[in-house]
């Protein structure tokens, strides 16, 4: 059912939210496992399935260990905001300073970075498969752009007190 | 070197891929489940065959068990009729008097060889007698090697007569041994025959 780009393509996905190839891997695993047992009624559908039942694996999982990081994970602020997702593309940065700013950022931040960035979603499509509203997705994407600018300027100032 | 946020992710994701042995976990984790897993269109296929072929196969054997139980009893009625050997009210061996005595039937008897004399059998005369409650034709005959026969003629409901079986030629009816006597049963022309005869 799952060609190795599917499985390339979900691991990223896994990857990018739980931030450690192991992880990821293992997330994916018990996701396909999952998939295989109830298929989708529609084939054709079967990455946003797959998508779905990995980020609900990953709830799941992540509910079970009751971490902080979870109650963030379901963190929705209902703000209607003007920014677009599109927003993020201004944002100049150098490979290490993304390195460094990923590890800061929260699970449904590098979620919503990898969909728009990898797999080209709209705010809507994100919205959608993330079951939140799209002025949740929109007020998460403008603090994390502000944070990802002032992480950017905070290492810059860094590298020239060296 | 700057770069746009969306480029570097694309570059930081591009170098996330599964190695070999995860790949080849995953495709036969892939593999193993396509023997016992089903397409849900195709599982609810099967689930409809198998309702339709529990229904047919219900049916038959429902069918089956009544047509058995249906043949078994008028066998048995035939054959203790047989055996009581019941005065005749009409004695010829013109078939054609014999048939014409029969003027309260709800169907008309049908010229048989059994009862035309063609095998050498020689026809003794008839009587009214009834097939499950209906009225119907009993006809006796003198074999060639001298034992008694009956041949019994009527008509059933039209379901009851569904289940007897219809004859092609060279084809045999019901065959029972009830009590010595060998009884066939068939139909014909929507006229149910019962023949009773001693064993050759």
Request: with cysteine; net charge positive.
């Amino acid at each position: 059912m799952f060609t190795k780009e599917n499985l390339n393509k979900l691991y990223r996905y896994c990857y990018a939210l739980c931030d450690d190839r192991t992880d990821a891997f293992d997330l994916l695993q018990a996701s396909v496992e999952k998939c295989l047992k109830q298929p989708p009624k529609d084939i054709k559908a079967l990455q946003g399935y797959a998508f779905r039942t990995i980020r609900n694996t990953f709830i799941d999982s992540v509910r079970s260990k009751k971490t902080r990081e979870s109650e963030e994970f379901d963190e929705t602020v209902h703000v209607a905001l003007d920014h677009d997702i599109r927003s993020l593309e201004s944002v100049l940065i150098t490979q290490t300073e993304l390195e460094v700013a990923w590890s800061k950022l929260f699970k449904i931040e590098r979620e919503i970075l990898f969909l728009w960035a990898v797999e080209g979603y709209s705010t809507s499509e994100v919205a959608n498969l993330l079951d939140k509203p799209k002025n949740s997705i929109l007020s998460i994407v403008h603090r994390m752009r502000a944070r990802l600018i002032n992480n950017r300027d905070t290492q810059l100032v860094d590298k020239k007190k060296l | 070197m700057k770069q746009s946020l969306k480029s570097a992710l694309i570059k930081k994701f591009s170098k996330i891929e599964l190695n070999e042995s995860q790949l080849t976990q995953l495709i036969d984790t892939d593999l193993a489940d396509v023997g016992r897993s089903y397409n849900p269109v195709v599982k609810q296929l099967l689930v409809c065959c198998s309702i339709v072929l529990m229904l047919v196969f219900g049916n038959y054997s429902y069918q089956s068990y009544s047509a058995h139980n249906l043949l078994d009893s008028i066998a048995n009625e035939m054959v203790n009729n047989h055996l009581k050997q019941k005065p005749l009210e009409v004695k010829s061996d013109d078939i054609s008097i014999v048939l014409n005595y029969f003027t309260e039937l709800d169907f008309n008897p049908l010229r048989v060889s059994g009862i035309t004399g063609v095998n050498g059998d020689q026809l003794l005369g008839a009587r009214y007698c009834s097939i499950k409650g209906v009225t119907a034709a009993q006809f006796r005959i003198r074999n060639a090697d001298g034992t008694l026969a009956s041949l019994y003629q009527g008509v059933l409901p039209e379901k009851q007569l569904n289940l007897i079986p219809k004859l092609k030629s060279g084809e045999q009816g019901s065959v029972h041994n009830i009590k010595g006597v060998k009884v066939e049963i068939w139909r014909n022309k929507g006229v149910v025959f019962v023949s009773v005869a001693s064993h050759d």
